[in-house]
């Protein structure tokens, strides 16, 4: 749902909502081979790494075993705040004996310590000291056992890769450390979320305690704790750690999954949060020996494996002494450059997903070499095995952009493809890009490297069923094919959100679609995602801003594909068109993507350009018709959409009449755009007329048809009922023509707006007034009666040379 129609408790409840169907759709239980990932590369680490966890296991049962009744009863009644302090000193004391007994009260005496057969049990909270007692006693022993790898981390960042010096000397890459605030919201947490525990990835020589920091940039896993065992606490638990662990994404960069903990009561399950697929271990019994060992192998394997294993990207490692990343980018043959990030742009929102990233970055010095500032774009995009790629390879696509309009005058700005290339991951863990490893060659599929790494072969997924519905699995193998995809382009600009004018955000969307309707024409590509995240502002050098369309991973090449149906439903909500929400057989256009542009016209037009607006707007957006276009089905969704645009009177009812009061300007734009889309010549609205009875003209009477057959050809023009948006497709060129006509108009009108305003501030300002007149100089009108337009700056590919 869109940000700007819901308040907090809202969104958190959608959250909670999306949790649940990820649950019910897409998450695998009894999944073991989860258990095989954390496992070092090759037998020989594999076989050390399983000698260390014997014999931590055998040395945590004899100080299990040391306890007693009575040592159970002194810890019994301590409150959760008291268990704490007894944690803290437990971590410091030399022996591991108090860790282990705190421990007990998890492993051996649990529903008595927490009085699950009396009338009031404890709470939850007083699990969590018991649970990091058991985890900080196996990490005590692994620092013990274990020497530093050789280029471990001197800081506690999870961003700075690791690398062992090799499988016949078993080293710690890490020690994983629990938070010592438990049932907390951290830092980099949103809203109202607390988490029960916190595992952090810390350095090997960092000092063996509980964690007072609690930062979502170090986080290894989150640890959800529940009292009972029944399928109704390990389900939430489960959906929580879904809700979460969205959070791990957003803030740390370079994660490719993300590792999680379920513990219900006694019962301890491994989590690994995939880009389609939330698989789950079976349980790990540690009121059980066996259970018990298990659970120190994992904690032993997640210390000692190397990074890709536990989740994160070697080709993207943060910087201490830089405070950025380092980004190893691709070109098409694999050949890598490292680029030093200076900002970030845009992170990952999402549990599922491309968990697309962005940053303003700067390659590191190279004499010769082109070192202008690029955006980098950092993808895990669903695609389809080489070579059938092209289709969807926004790499592909982007090229073509940039290969057609290179050295052109135009009169907006485009993507231009600096580099770009697919990020391989060979299975053996360490990044050697384009050669074979151990006998094992590089990953295309992300997906497929981190199965191959529990050992299985991924399945290609079902196909979806008529109307665009994902059908549903039969095996948690069946993922589908994504690439990480990597790549560098030039220009950057703003979020639409700095036009803090309507006539700002009028000249952006309009340049954005002039740039989108070239591209159409000219490259045969359709870019299928028009919303907000996807138009920037460029600010250029005469003043004006400028649009610049982004995002090209649900752009398709027509040429490539055909224009035979619709592959597959795309876009945001709630910015998508009627046809792609209700994902109908006919062809995709150009049309879809301009009812995009409508209604994020509409949806900024309604919540207001700025953050003033919007805070001293005292209406409840949720309770307007257009927070329709958020909730529910798509089917529903498409169904509120038909009615708002089926004619001008609901169109203005419904929506123009809710504009926010300081976009009074764009209602007029709105109202043509509208006009040109659903109710052009021929077009007959949105919504689907019911059937009825046709009765005939005279003219429409053929005497040389026999009656019965002339009542029969009635009964069935009767009974058609034809969808307009449908026919509407028919006419495509046309209305382009005319929406493009409408966009021109009012694109010269709010220039006009601008340069009359810059010409304003320039009267109080020499310099300004000098710096106006030298770019309205340049301006060439043909048409006396014509505002003049400025032509967007020149990039340095679009220079003459």
């Known amino acids: 749902m869109h940000a700007a129609t819901i308040d907090k408790n809202a969104r958190v409840e959608q959250r909670k909502a999306l949790a649940a169907w990820i649950r019910r759709m897409d998450s695998f239980d009894g999944v073991d081979e989860v258990l095989n990932l954390a496992k070092p590369q090759g037998d020989e680490a ?110 506690s960042r999870a961003e700075q890769t690791t690398t062992q010096s090799g499988p016949a000397s078993l080293t710690a890459a890490r020690l994983l450390l629990p938070s010592i605030e ?86 301890v399950y491994a989590v690994v949060m995939l880009h389609d697929a939330v698989l789950v271990s079976s349980a790990m019994d ?8 298990r659970f120190v192998e994992l904690l ?15 080709t993207m490692k943060f910087d201490p002494k830089l405070k950025h990343y380092r980004i190893q980018v691709p070109d098409m043959s694999g050949k890598m450059r490292t680029y030093t990030t200076t900002s970030y742009i845009a992170a990952a929102e999402s549990l599922l997903g491309r968990h697309t990233r962005c940053f303003l970055a700067k390659p590191d010095y190279e004499e010769g070499g082109d070192n202008d500032v690029v955006v980098i774009k950092d993808a895990f995009a669903v695609s389809s095995p080489p070579p059938d790629d092209k289709v969807r390879n926004e790499i592909v696509l982007l090229s073509d952009i940039t290969d057609t309009f290179e050295g052109k005058e135009v009169d907006f700005i485009y993507p231009e493809l600096v580099r770009g ?16 490893h151990n006998g094992v060659y590089d990953f295309e599929d992300n997906t497929g490297s981190i199965l191959s790494l529990m050992g299985v072969a991924r399945q290609d997924v079902p196909e979806s069923g008529d109307n665009g519905a994902k059908a549903k699995r039969s095996s948690w193998r069946q993922q589908p094919y994504r690439v990480h995809r ?53 600010r250029g050098s005469d003043g004006l801003p400028h649009g ?51 209604y994020t016209l509409c949806m900024w037009g309604t919540r207001g350009l700025t953050r003033k607006d919007r805070n ?133 009108l709010a220039k006009s707006s601008l340069q009359k305003a810059l010409l304003k501030e320039a009267v109080a300002s020499p310099s300004i007034m000098q710096e106006t007149a030298r770019t309205m100089e340049t301006l060439s009108v043909q048409d006396p009666s014509a505002i003049p337009v400025a032509a967007p700056p020149l990039r340095r590919s679009q220079r003459k040379r």
């Open 182 to 267: 438990n049932d907390f919201k951290p830092y980099g947490f949103d809203e109202l979320e607390k988490i029960d525990i916190a595992l952090h990835n810390c350095s090997v020589r960092a000092k063996l305690q509980p964690r007072s920091e609690t930062h979502i940039r170090d986080f290894f896993a989150i640890i959800e704790c529940k009292k009972y065992q029944d399928e109704k606490d390990y389900g939430e638990s489960l959906e929580q750690l879904i809700e979460y662990t969205r959070h791990v994404y957003r803030v740390q960069y370079n994660r490719r999954f993300a590792w999680a903990l379920s513990v219900c009561g006694t019962k």
């Open 616 to 748: 001293e707007d005292k209406r409840v957006l949720a309770d307007l018709p257009i927070s329709q276009w958020s909730v529910g089905t798509y089917e529903k969704i498409a169904k509120a959409k038909r009615e708002h645009m089926h004619s001008a009177e609901s169109f203005g009812k419904n929506i123009l009449k809710h504009f926010h009061s300081s976009c009074e300007r764009l209602k007029p734009f709105a109202k043509e755009l509208h006009a040109a889309l659903f109710l052009h010549d021929g077009c007959a609205g949105a919504e689907i007329p019911e059937p009825g009875v046709v009765t005939p003209d005279d003219d429409d009477y053929n005497p040389y048809i026999d009656s019965d057959t002339q009542s029969e050809a009635e009964e069935q023009d009767a009974t058609r009922v034809e969808d307009p948006l449908v026919e509407r497709r028919k006419l495509e060129p046309f209305i382009v023509e005319e929406l493009s006509k409408v966009m021109a108009k009012h694109d010269r």
């Open 486 to 538: 990597r790549l560098a382009m030039r220009p950057y600009g703003g979020h639409l959100k700095v036009a803090e004018k309507p006539a700002e955000l009028v000249v952006v969307l309009a340049e954005a679609m002039r740039c989108h309707t070239a591209i159409h024409a000219q490259c045969q590509i359709l870019h299928r995602d028009i919303s907000p995240n996807n138009i920037l502002v460029v």
């Open 46 to 155: 594999r076989k050390a790494a399983a000698d260390v966890a014997e014999h931590i296991a055998r040395e945590l049962e004899k100080e299990l075993k040391a306890g007693t009744p009575e040592s159970d009863a002194k810890l019994k009644n301590l409150s959760s705040k008291e268990l704490c302090d007894r944690l803290k000193k437990a971590s410091n004391a030399k022996s591991l004996a108090p860790l282990a007994l705190i421990a007990r009260q998890w492993t051996h005496n649990f529903r008595s310590f927490m009085k699950l057969n009396e009338d009031t049990p404890k709470h939850e909270r007083n699990m969590y000291p018991p649970v990091s007692a058991f985890i900080l006693y196996v990490q005590c022993q692994v620092k013990r056992l274990l020497p530093p790898a050789a280029t471990s981390r001197t800081s």
């Open 548 to 598: 610049l369309l982004i995002d090209f991973d649900y752009a398709i090449s027509q040429r490539r594909l055909g224009r035979s149906g619709r592959p597959g439903r795309s876009g945001t909500l709630p910015y998508m068109s009627i046809g792609n929400l209700e994902y109908d057989n006919t062809t995709q256009t150009a049309l879809d993507d301009w009812e995009a542009l409508l």
């Open 300 to 314: 032993v394997n997640w210390a000692v494996c190397d990074d890709v294993r536990a989740g994160y990207d070697p």
């Open 286 to 293: 540690v009121s059980k020996q066996a259970g018990r060992k």
């Open 421 to 436: 290339g697919d990020v391989k991951l060979p299975a053996g863990g360490s990044h050697v890009s384009g050669i074979s």
